[in-house]
């Protein structure tokens, strides 16, 4: 059974583009997760969501940043117009259940912000 | 919001030697996870604990969690090079629009040194 599976592992952009992170979630999994952890710092939640619905967004900054699982496909997390600060490893987990009380995580992305 | 003080930050021991890692908090949790952090890579879950009083063993690796809920502990026995890492606490909302968030500590860096 394929682990949680991220990709890019690795993303180089410059001030102002555009940053694609893509998560799949372990077979089975309906629940995902994004955390952010940047330098020196501990990972912090960023978003929930389930199945075409976000459940919680209260990490999320509010400009910029967008997430969505379709119904169809990986789970997106899109950071517009990225700058120096968002230069992090973000991570992805999955739950099969509900409370999701056991995440399991994939390798992350770690975005360089040039 | 939810905190979750874990300590020491770092942690530098001989091989064979014991060490405890703390995780306190003054909130309720529904659960708590402990994970293990390479670098450049994802979390790897170890252990979830989900009842106050809980006690778990994984070989030389010893998880309690509080009666309360609201701290756990990580006990390791005879520390060998290879438990080298850095290792995170998580805990599990109890319940309302957040249930689905983890809630990490700063993390130990824990060195064991041959």
Excluded at chain 1, 65 to 76: D, Y
Excluded at chain 1, 85 to 91: I, K, L, R, V
Aim: a positive charge.
């Amino acid at each position: 059974n394929a682990g949680v599976m991220q990709n890019p592992r690795h993303l180089v952009r410059r001030r102002g583009q555009e940053a694609r992170l893509r998560c799949s979630p372990m077979k089975g999994h309906s629940h995902v997760y994004w955390y952010r952890q940047l330098p020196e710092e501990g990972l912090k939640f960023m978003v929930y969501l389930q199945k075409e619905n976000i459940i919680d967004e209260s990490g999320m900054p509010k400009e910029r940043f967008s997430a969505e699982f379709p119904k169809e496909g990986p789970s997106i997390l899109r950071i517009q117009q990225v700058v120096r600060g968002d230069s992090a490893a973000y991570f992805c987990a999955s739950s099969p259940r509900v409370r999701g009380e056991t995440q399991y995580f994939g390798p992350g992305t770690r975005l360089l912000v040039l | 919001t939810q905190l979750l003080e874990q300590s020491p930050q770092f942690l530098s021991i001989q091989e064979g030697e014991n060490l405890t890692v703390y995780c306190n908090s003054s909130s309720v949790f529904s659960s708590l996870q402990w994970y293990r952090q390479e670098p450049g890579e994802g979390p790897v879950l170890l252990v979830t604990v989900v009842t106050g009083g809980e006690v778990k063993k994984l070989k030389r690796l010893t998880f309690q969690f509080g009666d309360a809920r609201k701290d756990s502990s990580l006990h390791i026995t005879a520390a060998q090079p290879g438990d080298t890492g850095l290792y995170l606490c998580a805990g599990a909302n109890a319940g309302g629009t957040s249930y689905g968030k983890l809630t990490f500590g700063q993390g130990t860096i824990l060195t064991v040194h041959p």
